[in-house]
């Protein structure tokens, strides 16, 4: 997790399907793939590897959390 300064400067992007609610936004920085909230924006983010993003995100499409509430 970053508890450093907002990273303000970044392209965020959130999901199409997002009301405008308290949403998942993503912003890559550097070697880094950041993960915050859109109804908070200066919060806290978390920082993962492109390579664990990636993994992350096939796992999604091949629905490896699927059997999770939603």
Sequence with gaps: ????????SLTWRTAFSCNGGACVQVA???RSVLIGSSRKPGSPVLAYTREKW????????????????S
């Design 1 to 8: 997790m970053n508890n450093g300064p907002p990273h303000t």
């Design 28 to 30: 890559a920085s550097g």
């Design 54 to 69: 990636r993994e992350f995100v096939t796992g999604v499409k091949k629905g490896d959390f699927d059997h999770l509430p």
